[in-house]
């Protein structure tokens, strides 16, 4: 990846002299908004369909598993392509990457806007997913681009809190923005409004990001991303469908395959790194503890978030018959609790992996809470029945996602990250992807039309959702105690 120095304090003797007219330093963290803004934009769009997706399914037809691939489609999208986004941007250079991202992000939400059955959404949602997949990963390389090493960690800790926002941000938008309902538009304006978003960041990522040279990686692994694509694929797919389809024998069998495909991945990308060749993902990034530890966790953490948020809208809109802004605005308590936690993040990175464990298991008992309102309150529930867990998850949330980024990233060269980047982008795409196809079957299995059996769906999947977070604290011990940044 080429490294563009923005000023001159950013000179290292062990980086290239640069090649194109650095970014002045003015702007470089104008410039990072408005990267940054695209990355939420992408972020939202992956969760609005939890909150749109009763509605989609009602105007377009289709069966629950549509509701599932409105989202799952999108993220198994986003899994394959960050791998290649990423080495896309190392080749033709990140600017004209970012915006060509942004551009074809914008246009394919368009394209979802437009859907007049259930067959054309979900493939505009992969579209979108694939566009979105070529502007994420240009963010980071463009973090160690315009940001000297003492600002760059300070840089990316701004991730982390973005994605937890924009995580809980995207499904209350989409649920004020049906209910606002402009020109008769109903779900399609939740894409609509993107139109006049993208625009704008395509306009301003033109003027304000440095302009980057390609580097030396010539080639894509086309093998390597096929491996992975049909790796998640086949994960992904026997959970969602598998459940309509009476769980035959073909859907364990998938699953098992998927765990095979991961490892011929594996092994594909040392093989090819060992003679000479580019990869996806550089085998070296595997001997850094905090990167390992880091990629379970992010698919366990993700899962589990977005999980509750699906699992409660669900609830909400099947269960007990809310309109979509009611649903939204039930899990404000969330967002509030959330956005406050978030601004005790940097005082708390002294406590390093305690942090993040802290955060597991404080949502954890959310999440419990939560069960016990649904239990207790029946089809009386209320919004204030489960604030108080809401609450308790949005401060978990906020503490485990608050150190995310800047702890896993910590140790990556700069030769790295590039293929760091767009692993750990993906690897919690697949989470998100894991945690609507186990936990939305799930819901399913057990869902009927009355609100006992909303009651008893919800509370099984909750249940489920808690143990995931608790499998991901126990693996919380594999990251290192404390990070450089934090001593």
Same mark, same amino acid.
């Given at each position: 990846?080429?490294?563009?120095?923005?000023?001159?304090?950013?000179?290292? #003797?062990?980086?290239?002299?640069?090649?194109?007219?650095?970014?002045?330093?003015?702007?470089?963290?104008?410039?990072?908004?408005?990267?940054?803004?695209?990355?939420?934009?992408?972020?939202?769009?992956?969760?609005?369909?939890?909150?749109?997706?009763?509605? *989609?399914?009602?105007?377009?037809?289709?069966?629950?598993?549509?509701?599932?691939?409105?989202t799952?489609?999108?993220?198994?999208?986003?899994?394959?392509?960050?791998?290649?986004?990423?080495?896309?941007?190392?080749?033709f250079?990140?600017?004209?990457?970012?915006?060509?991202?942004?551009?074809?992000?914008?246009?394919?939400?368009?394209?979802?806007?437009?859907?007049?059955?259930?067959?054309?959404a979900i493939?505009?949602?992969?579209?979108?997913?694939?566009?979105?997949?070529?502007?994420?990963?240009?963010?980071?390389?463009?973090?160690?681009a *315009?940001?000297?090493?003492?600002?760059?960690?300070?840089?990316?800790?701004?991730?982390g809190?973005?994605?937890?926002?924009?995580?809980?941000?995207?499904?209350?938008?989409?649920?004020?923005?049906?209910?606002?309902?402009?020109?008769? #538009?109903?779900?399609?304006?939740?894409?609509?409004?993107?139109?006049?978003?993208?625009?704008?960041?395509?306009?301003?990522?033109?003027?304000?990001?440095?302009?980057?040279?390609?580097?030396?990686?010539?080639?894509?692994d086309?093998?390597?991303?096929?491996?992975?694509?049909?790796a998640?694929?086949?994960?992904?797919?026997?959970?969602?469908?598998?459940?309509?389809?009476?769980?035959?024998?073909?859907?364990?069998?998938?699953?098992?395959?998927?765990?095979?495909?991961? /490892?011929?991945?594996?092994?594909?990308?040392?093989?090819?790194?060992?003679?000479?060749?580019?990869?996806?993902?550089?085998?070296?990034?595997?001997?850094?503890?905090?990167?390992?530890?880091?990629?379970?966790?992010?698919?366990?953490?993700?899962?589990?978030?977005?999980?509750?948020?699906?699992? *409660?809208?669900?609830?909400?809109?099947?269960?007990?018959?809310?309109?979509?802004?009611?649903?939204a605005?039930?899990?404000?308590?969330?967002?509030?609790?959330?956005?406050?936690?978030?601004?005790?993040?940097?005082?708390?990175?002294?406590?390093?992996?305690?942090?993040?464990?802290?955060? /597991?298991?404080?949502?954890?008992?959310?999440?419990?809470?939560?069960?016990?309102?649904?239990?207790?309150?029946? /089809?009386?529930?209320t919004?204030?029945h489960?604030?108080?867990g809401?609450?308790?998850?949005?401060?978990?949330a906020?503490?485990?996602?608050?150190?995310?980024?800047?702890s896993?990233?910590?140790?990556?060269?700069?030769?790295?990250?590039?293929?760091? #980047?767009?692993?750990?982008?993906?690897?919690?795409?697949?989470?998100?992807?894991?945690?609507?196809?186990l936990l939305?079957?799930?819901?399913?299995?057990?869902?009927?039309?009355?609100?006992?059996?909303?009651?008893?769906?919800?509370?099984?999947?909750?249940?489920?959702?808690?143990?995931?977070?608790?499998?991901?604290?126990?693996?919380?011990?594999?990251?290192?105690?404390?990070?450089?940044?934090?001593?």
């Open positions: 990846m080429a490294i563009i120095e923005a000023t001159p304090e950013t000179t290292a #003797s062990t980086q290239p002299a640069p090649t194109s007219t650095p970014a002045p330093y003015r702007w470089r963290w104008i410039a990072l908004a408005v990267a940054m803004s695209g990355m939420a934009m992408e972020l939202l769009d992956a969760s609005v369909t939890s909150v749109a997706g009763p509605t *989609m399914r009602a105007e377009l037809g289709g069966g629950p598993s549509l509701i599932q691939w409105l799952a489609g999108y993220t198994l999208a986003m899994v394959g392509g960050l791998l290649i986004g990423a080495r896309l941007g190392d080749i250079g990140r600017k004209r990457m970012f915006l060509f991202g942004a551009t074809g992000f914008t246009l394919t939400s368009l394209l979802v806007a437009l859907s007049q059955n259930p067959e054309f493939g505009s949602r992969v579209a979108q997913g694939l566009f979105g997949a070529a502007m994420v990963p240009q963010v980071f390389g463009l973090i160690k *315009m940001f000297p090493p003492s600002e760059t960690q300070k840089a990316f800790s701004l991730a809190p973005i994605m937890g926002m924009s995580a809980i941000g995207g499904p209350i938008l989409a649920g004020w923005l049906i209910g606002l309902n402009l020109f008769d #538009s109903g779900w399609r304006l939740v894409f609509l409004i993107n139109l006049p978003i993208g625009i704008a960041i395509v306009a301003l990522a033109f003027r304000l990001l440095p302009r980057d040279e390609p580097a030396t990686v010539k080639s894509l086309l093998a390597g991303a096929t491996l992975a694509i049909l998640s694929t086949s994960m992904v797919y026997p959970l969602v469908q598998g459940h309509e389809a009476g769980w035959p024998a073909w859907s364990f069998g998938m699953i098992a395959a998927s765990v095979v495909l991961f /490892a011929v991945f594996g092994a594909h990308q040392v093989r090819r790194n060992r003679r000479g060749r580019d990869v996806l993902v550089l085998p070296s990034l595997f001997h850094k503890r905090a990167f390992n530890g880091g990629l379970v966790l992010g698919v366990l953490l993700i899962a589990a978030m977005t999980g509750l948020g699906f699992v *409660m809208t669900l609830h909400l809109q099947l269960g007990l018959a809310y309109t979509p802004l009611e649903a605005a039930a899990m404000v308590p969330f967002a509030v609790a959330m956005s406050a936690a978030m601004g005790a993040g940097p005082a708390l990175a002294k406590y390093g992996r305690k942090t993040l464990m802290a955060g /597991a298991l404080i949502k954890t008992a959310g999440i419990g809470a939560i069960i016990l309102a649904l239990a207790l309150a029946g /089809a009386d529930l919004w204030y489960l604030a108080p809401l609450m308790l998850s949005g401060v978990g906020a503490l485990f996602m608050g150190r995310y980024f800047d896993v990233m910590e140790g990556v060269e700069p030769r790295e990250i590039g293929s760091a #980047s767009g692993t750990l982008t993906a690897v919690q795409q697949l989470g998100a992807s894991f945690g609507v196809a939305g079957t799930a819901f399913f299995a057990t869902y009927g039309p009355d609100v006992d059996s909303a009651v008893t769906a919800s509370g099984t999947t909750l249940g489920l959702t808690g143990l995931i977070l608790l499998v991901g604290f126990a693996v919380g011990f594999c990251l290192p105690k404390q990070t450089r940044t934090a001593d």
